[in-house]
């Protein structure tokens, strides 16, 4: 079993929609749980970061984090083309930076169409 | 303030032949990681470096080589490539405990 699942998809949606991206781990080290964004041909750009358990809001994003289920999710509101990308999870364990390095999701590709 | 930058964006490859790829930050981070990304497997990390003067394995060493050359630059290299490594490869830097940034990557192609 993989520490980090996430399905690859891809997930298409119409516009203004709100989606919903999710990743389980197993690993109940993991305190640290980070979204990703890659657009084609791009790196990884963060998103959004959040300690243990709880929500959190940054603009149209929300990131929700449940760690006795081991799961967590990103939700985009109002959902626009420019958000087509591949979305990966990244978790790590007492430091937010991974002192060994982060633990990746495989990543879902979201198309969102106009 | 450019961020995290690599060199080359593209490269091709001769089985055998070998190659060093350049990272570089301007943040004064002092962590500094490189990972590979495949289809279907996701990010994974190779080597990384915690501080100046000091490199660690991480999931996927074998056939690599790393130098944190200063505090700014950490450089990965391939001494006998392999189609194996053909891949897209990305360098991150952090500060201690803090989100990593990545650069753009490289895209090598060993034939």
């Known amino acids: 079993q993989k520490e980090v699942e996430q399905d690859p998809g891809p997930l298409s949606v119409p516009e203004g929609a709100i989606v919903s991206l999710n990743c389980t781990y197993s690993?109940?080290?993991?305190?640290?749980f980070m979204w990703y964004r890659q657009y084609s041909r791009k790196g990884p750009e963060l998103l959004m970061y959040t300690y243990s358990s709880g929500n959190k809001e940054d603009g149209r994003f929300t990131a929700q984090v449940d760690k006795s289920s081991k799961y967590i999710s990103l939700f985009i509101r109002d959902s626009q083309p420019s958000d087509s990308a591949t979305y990966l999870c990244?978790?790590?364990?007492?430091?937010?930076?991974?002192?060994?390095?982060?633990?990746f999701g495989k990543g879902t590709h979201l198309i969102i169409q106009p | 303030n450019a961020g995290v930058t690599q060199t080359p964006k593209f490269q091709v490859l001769k089985t055998g032949q070998s190659m060093t790829l350049q990272c570089a930050q301007d943040m004064n981070h002092n962590s500094m990681y490189w990972y590979r990304q495949d289809p279907g497997m996701g990010l994974r990390l190779i080597y990384y470096s915690a501080s100046e003067g000091t490199t660690d394995k991480g999931e996927v060493p074998n056939g690599y080589n790393v130098s944190r050359l200063n505090k700014r630059e950490f450089s990965l290299r391939l001494e006998s490539a392999a189609p194996s490594q053909t891949s897209v490869y990305f360098c991150?830097?952090?500060?201690?405990?803090?989100?990593?940034?990545f650069g753009p990557g490289t895209r090598l192609l060993v034939l």
């Open positions: 991150a830097s952090s500060d201690v405990g803090e989100t990593q940034y």
């Open positions: 690993n109940s080290a993991f305190q640290y």
């Open positions: 990244a978790m790590s364990g007492p430091s937010r930076g991974g002192a060994d390095g982060l633990t």
